[in-house]
T-cell receptor, first 115, second 113 residues
């Protein structure tokens, strides 16, 4: 079966531009997570969605970052007025349900470079 | 603050050597512990996990990890590494039955044939 997919795989943008990153979770997975990995650092949690519950946005680093999810399908992460420190690999994961018991399956990531 | 630290950034071993990668987490309540692996060019994937019970957990490809609550540690071990174990390894924790993973910085393992 298909895994988590993300697009684009690479994105180069200029400082100040907005970018949109897309994640397609595994079909039937109700929970969806966004993480980012900056060079030489571990993965940082950004946001997660579980069904129709309000998303946990506690990891978003600034109000330039936002994310949406339509039902239990696609999610988009939007970064407005990008800055060089936003350069990172953005990873999406999905799981069957919320909580620690459910294994998170990761996508290949989107490598974002802000010039 | 909830955090995870991995002691080694880059480990280089010869094939058949034994491996131990350190992972410590900060106190923050009930924890569940994970090791993830990312092979070159591949997605991050789960290696093993600890929820409760026997603190010695066995995972795929001959890896195991031991949860030592008193030391806030969850070290990863393998008795004899292979060249195919070359990858980046991440320790991760969830706190208080939450879903979000708190990751360590990762350890890059290079195994020389």
């Amino acid at each position: 079966g298909a895994g988590v997919s993300q697009s684009p795989s690479n994105k180069v943008t200029e400082k100040g531009k907005d970018v949109e990153l897309r994640c397609d979770p595994i079909s039937g997975h109700t929970a969806l997570y966004w993480y980012r990995q900056r060079l030489g650092q571990g993965l940082e949690f950004l946001i997660y969605f579980q069904g129709n519950s309000a998303p946990d946005k506690s990891g978003l680093p600034s109000d330039r970052f936002s994310a949406e999810r339509t039902g239990e399908s696609v999610s988009t992460l939007t970064i407005q007025r990008t800055q060089q420190e936003d350069s990172a690999v953005y990873l999406c994961a999905s799981s069957l349900g919320q909580g620690h018991y459910n294994e998170q399956f990761f996508g290949p990531g989107t490598r974002l470079t802000v010039l | 603050a909830q955090s995870v630290s991995q002691h080694n950034h880059h480990v280089i071993l010869s094939e058949a050597a034994s491996l131990e990668l350190g992972c410590n987490y900060s106190y923050g309540g009930t924890v569940n512990l994970f090791w993830y692996v990312q092979y070159p060019g591949q997605h991050l994937q789960l290696l093993l996990k600890y929820f409760s019970g026997d603190p010695l957990v066995k995972g795929i490809k001959g890896f195991e990890a031991e949860f030592i609550k008193s030391k806030f540690s969850f070290n990863l071990r393998k008795p004899s590494v292979q060249w195919s174990d070359t990858a980046e390894y991440f320790c991760a924790v969830t706190y208080n039955q939450g879903g979000k993973l708190i990751f360590g910085q990762g350890t890059e393992l290079s195994v020389k044939p």
